[in-house]
């Protein structure tokens, strides 16, 4: 098949802030296979945190092109991982691969991906909304931009996330969940725990670090929220050492590095027990889209990075009630959009932690 790799860049509308970074831009890449004259498109989203950037994926892709150009998308599993083995970590880069091919398949045989894999939109759950890090009286502000979304994901881990959760559960009649990406130490945790139970959170993510899962798995005991693992969860082997440590585990596309990987943690994680989240990056309707048609599958959605841009450059994905669905045309059933929104402006910022705990492979 012939790979063509463009990059391109999207705006958050507001600056998106988490316990580590904040960003006004996200530089993101297209990904197109296109065999027998049909095309299938794929997005790779890059985190910094992962050791991730628009460059690696560049990279990364450039160092892949003769695998995959050898490969086929109809044999998209054994790509997978034959492209894993040759170049592990680089998930962003390694997914959008993943998402064209599926993409390919699903134009090729007519059918809309969610159908290839057995599963039926009607299953899908409500997707949470993010309320990034703000002045807390701005985060609950916020909350009327949220009108028909079913739960709030609040991002937590910062001085005053207290005060802004509390304004906010004031403000919303949804179900919140927290996010403090790995911002709390166990003390303080255990204590914003408490508020949280108070004020009826329905999950908690990642509230310590990655490396952290004694602390995870005393915060489990200690309260009856139940404690997701997004930071400390990236491929099916984390879970593992996760079970019987965190309730669930916060699936990401970007992180697994392949539709077929992310399929592996659902299942592995049904298998022990777990409780199974289907989260995103910022991203565009397209990488929104592979996400949307596994969703299916899970028990929490959190796809809304393509709801948080002003400039989503595809279209293809409905919000109906609250819910997320995938197209019902083929592959991921995604077309770029017709025209524009102005998305950002303003001063650029892109600051981001990177990789401490988990290196650039
Ligand atoms: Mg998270």
């Given at each position: 098949?012939?790979?063509?790799?463009?990059?391109?860049?999207?705006?958050?509308?507001?600056?998106?802030?988490?316990?580590?970074?904040?960003?006004?831009w996200?530089?993101?890449?297209?990904?197109?296979?296109e065999?027998?004259?049909?095309?299938?498109?794929?997005?790779?989203?890059?985190?910094?945190?992962?050791?991730?950037?628009q460059?690696?994926?560049?990279?990364?892709?450039?160092?892949?092109?003769?695998?995959?150009?050898?490969?086929?998308p109809?044999?998209?599993?054994?790509?997978?991982?034959?492209?894993?083995?040759r170049?592990?970590?680089?998930?962003?880069?390694?997914?959008?691969?993943?998402?064209?091919?599926h993409?390919?398949r699903?134009?090729?045989?007519?059918?809309p991906l969610?159908r290839?894999?057995?599963?039926?939109?009607?299953?899908?759950?409500?997707?949470?909304?993010?309320?990034?890090?703000?002045?807390?009286?701005?985060?609950?502000?916020?909350?009327?931009?949220?009108?028909?979304f079913?739960?709030l994901?609040?991002?937590?881990?910062?001085?005053?996330?207290e005060?802004?959760?509390?304004?906010?559960?004031?403000?919303?009649?949804?179900?919140?969940?927290?996010?403090?990406?790995?911002?709390?130490?166990?003390?303080?945790?255990?204590?914003?725990?408490d508020?949280?139970?108070?004020?009826g959170?329905?999950?908690?993510?990642?509230?310590?670090?990655?490396?952290?899962?004694?602390?995870?798995?005393?915060?489990?005991?200690?309260?009856?929220?139940?404690?997701?693992?997004?930071?400390?969860?990236?491929?099916?082997?984390?879970?593992?050492?996760?079970?019987?440590?965190?309730?669930?585990?916060?699936?990401?596309?970007?992180?697994?590095?392949?539709?077929?990987?992310?399929?592996?943690?659902?299942?592995?994680?049904?298998?022990?027990?777990?409780?199974?989240?289907?989260?995103?990056?910022?991203?565009?309707t397209?990488?929104?889209?592979?996400?949307?048609?596994?969703?299916?599958?899970?028990?929490?959605?959190?796809?809304?990075?393509?709801?948080?841009?002003?400039?989503?450059?595809?279209?293809?994905?409905?919000?109906?009630?609250?819910?997320?669905l995938?197209?019902?045309?083929p592959?991921?059933?995604?077309?770029?959009?017709?025209?524009?929104?102005?998305?950002?402006?303003?001063?650029?910022?892109h600051?981001?932690?990177?990789?401490?705990?988990?290196?650039?492979p």
């Amino acid at each position: 098949m012939k790979l063509r790799v463009v990059p391109f860049r999207i705006h958050p509308r507001h600056a998106f802030t988490i316990a580590r970074s904040s960003h006004t831009w996200y530089d993101n890449v297209r990904v197109e296979v296109e065999e027998e004259g049909i095309t299938g498109f794929g997005e790779a989203a890059p985190s910094a945190f992962y050791g991730e950037t628009q460059g690696t994926v560049l990279a990364a892709l450039e160092a892949l092109r003769p695998a995959i150009e050898e490969g086929h998308p109809d044999e998209v599993r054994a790509l997978e991982g034959a492209l894993e083995r040759r170049l592990g970590g680089n998930g962003a880069a390694r997914s959008a691969v993943s998402a064209a091919c599926h993409d390919w398949r699903g134009k090729r045989y007519g059918a809309p991906l969610h159908r290839l894999l057995g599963a039926g939109i009607a299953t899908i759950p409500p997707t949470s909304f993010t309320i990034a890090i703000a002045a807390p009286a701005e985060m609950a502000a916020r909350v009327a931009e949220a009108g028909e979304f079913r739960r709030l994901k609040v991002k937590m881990g910062f001085e005053g996330d207290e005060e802004a959760i509390r304004r906010i559960a004031q403000v919303s009649d949804v179900p919140l969940r927290v996010d403090a990406n790995a911002g709390w130490t166990r003390s303080s945790a255990l204590r914003k725990l408490d508020l949280l139970e108070e004020l009826g959170v329905e999950l908690v993510e990642q509230p310590l670090p990655a490396a952290d899962l004694e602390g995870l798995a005393a915060l489990r005991d200690a309260s009856s929220i139940p404690v997701i693992a997004d930071e400390s969860c990236v491929t099916a082997r984390d879970l593992a050492r996760l079970a019987g440590v965190v309730d669930g585990v916060n699936v990401k596309l970007a992180k697994a590095g392949s539709i077929g990987e992310a399929l592996r943690i659902i299942e592995g994680a049904r298998a022990l027990g777990m409780l199974v989240m289907l989260g995103c990056m910022i991203e565009s309707t397209l990488g929104i889209s592979a996400a949307a048609h596994l969703s299916p599958l899970v028990d929490y959605v959190d796809l809304d990075g393509h709801l948080l841009i002003g400039d989503d450059p595809f279209t293809g994905l409905r919000l109906v009630d609250g819910c997320v669905l995938p197209s019902g045309e083929p592959g991921l059933g995604v077309r770029p959009a017709d025209s524009r929104e102005d998305g950002g402006g303003g001063e650029d910022i892109h600051v981001e932690e990177a990789g401490k705990e988990r290196g650039r492979p």
